[in-house]
Each structure stands twice: as structure tokens, then as C-alpha cells.
């Protein structure tokens, strides 16, 4: 796929294409996917005659409500991208299974008590507004401002907040296995200009990921979480640059992967939690077309 971050490849939205050796016409075939707004797999598409070959439908928990076409049984990719077992309905997330018929998981959170009290919970059972992309985070990572920058401007706007764990409310700063949290980020991004700003001796812009920030300069993207304190929150707001610059930019992609880092303590330099997001903009034959948010 090579988007460049994690779920880019075998992660959610991120599978291409599926080959099948003997289910259509008992000939093999390939089958493009198509996908949802969730990163759920909802069609199949023949490479070879672009017929539907599959679609699929899902309900509020992930269980398949209606599956139609020659390789609807054949595909186990469905719901999120993960492989699914038709025998025990079990969906697969690398780390633990997923019941969608009971909207439960089955076995216990790999991070045990670190994750919560209840073993068998995801991000406190607020996973419309909580955010744990690997399923290995500690604390809790939310939300709370996601849109473009509006108006006639380029860019878009987040904020995150991360919380500690409930466990570590009311223990002594020396008794933490962290004294000192904050937000880290690295970042992509490819900026195309018009022909005639090219001309004006703008060039494109393709930068390989790297810093955007960390621990050494966090201090106007995060706010650190310290013993007492509630949160560490972070914010940002990514542009090509002034307005006038922006006027000259035909398309944008900006990609991120923004980090919760402890850097004081017994865990200093361990990652509690991992949130991809981005953003583009681009003009097509006249058209403006823009997105962005996270897991972009």
C-alpha cells in the first residue's frame, strides 16, 4: 500500500487487494476492496471485469447483517480490516480477539490492571471518544477538537488530551512509575505548487518522516502532565505556510504520528500511546477536495 504509517499496510483501510485461486468460475481471480468511512471492508470489486464480487453489511458492534455475492464467504477480511473466523465469529486484532455477535472481547486487555480495573474493557468503554490504535496504551487518549482550519485557509486543527490511569490517582509522586508526561510528534508531508508559482521559483516539497517535535521543545504543542496535574494535553495546527503561500499550493498531504512519552521516572522513554492523523487538500480539474482527522 506504502501510505507511510502503520495502518498503510495490513492495518485498518489498508489492505489493497485480495487473490483467490479457485472461487469465481473455479479460476483465480483478484479483487480490489472498497471500503466504508470506518476502514471496514463493505465490497469487492473484479480486477479483471470490475464486477461487484462481493458486498458486505455491518451493524452497530461489527457482526455481518447481510453478506451477498460469489466471494462474500470467501474473503475473511471484513469488519475494521481483521481477519475473521466463521467458525467461532471471532474477529482477530493481533493482540486479542473480538466478539462482534456479544460486542465483547473474550480474553483479557494484554496490558492487564495497567489498562483499568476491568480486564476485559477498551478505552473505558468510550471508544466513540477514546483513541488506542495499538490496544497496548496506558491512560487514556481523547479528542476534543478535530476540523479544518475553515475559512479560506489550508490546514487543519486537533487537540488530544491524555489521562493517567485510574490506578495512579492519590499515590505519591515516588511511588509512580512516571513523573513527568508529554506529547511528541513526527510528521510528513508533500506540497505541490501551481505551474505558474513553480515558474516564480517555488518548488515542490517531499520530506521523509522526521521530527516535528519532542521532549527538548515540546512546550508549544504540549502541555505536561505532572503528579496533581489532570491531563497532558497538545495541540496543533499544521498550514503550508502564510496565506499568500497558501494561494500558490495546488495540493497537500500532511501525515502524523503524534506520541504520549514519559520522560522523567522508572518508564522515562516509554510510549504510553500512539495517535496517526493527518490532513490533505487538493485542486482536480478546477475542483477543490479536502479531509483529514485521524487514522488518515
Not at 33 to 49: E, F, H, S
Not at 189 to 195: G, L, N, V
Not at 227 to 237: A, L, Q, R, V, W
Request: net charge negative; with cysteine.
Amino acid at each position: 500500500m506504502g501510505t507511510g504509517y502503520e495502518q498503510g499496510a495490513g492495518g485498518v483501510g489498508g489492505l489493497l487487494a485480495i487473490y483467490d485461486p479457485s472461487t469465481v468460475n473455479n479460476q483465480p481471480s483478484t479483487h480490489f476492496c472498497a471500503y466504508d468511512g470506518n476502514g471496514n471492508v463493505a465490497a469487492l470489486m473484479n480486477a479483471m471485469n470490475g464486477l461487484i464480487a462481493a458486498q458486505y453489511e455491518y451493524g452497530p458492534f461489527g457482526e455481518v447483517i447481510r453478506a451477498t455475492g460469489p466471494m462474500a464467504k470467501a474473503n475473511p477480511f471484513r469488519f475494521s480490516t481483521k481477519y475473521q473466523d466463521d467458525e467461532t465469529d471471532l474477529l482477530y486484532y493481533g493482540y486479542r480477539y473480538y466478539n462482534p455477535s456479544t460486542g465483547r472481547w473474550p480474553n483479557r486487555d494484554p496490558l492487564q490492571e495497567k489498562g483499568g480495573a476491568n480486564l476485559y474493557g477498551f478505552v473505558g468503554n468510550n471508544p466513540c471518544s477514546l483513541v488506542d490504535s495499538l490496544g497496548l496504551d496506558i491512560g487514556t487518549v481523547s479528542v476534543y477538537e478535530n476540523h479544518a482550519m475553515g475559512g479560506l485557509s489550508i490546514g487543519w486543527v486537533i487537540k488530544m488530551r491524555w489521562t493517567p490511569p485510574q490506578s495512579w490517582k492519590g499515590q505519591k509522586a515516588n511511588c509512580l512509575p512516571c513523573k513527568k508526561v508529554v506529547w511528541v510528534q513526527d510528521r510528513k508531508y508533500d506540497i505541490e505548487f501551481y505551474w505558474w508559482a513553480r515558474a516564480l521559483g517555488n518548488k515542490d516539497i517531499h520530506t521523509g518522516w522526521g521530527k516535528d517535535w519532542d521532549e527538548t521543545d515540546y512546550n508549544y504543542f504540549s502541555v505536561a502532565w505532572l503528579p496533581g496535574n489532570p491531563d497532558s494535553t497538545m495541540s496543533d495546527e499544521p498550514t503550508p505556510g502564510s496565506f499568500l503561500q497558501q494561494s500558490k499550493v495546488k495540493s497537500v498531504f500532511f501525515s502524523a504520528n503524534a506520541k504520549v512519552k514519559c520522560i522523567d521516572g522508572p518508564d522515562a522513554g516509554k510510549i504510553y500511546a500512539t495517535v496517526e492523523w493527518g490532513y490533505f487538500d487538493f485542486v482536480s480539474g478546477g475542483v477543490e477536495s479536502s479531509g483529514g482527522g485521524l487514522g488518515y
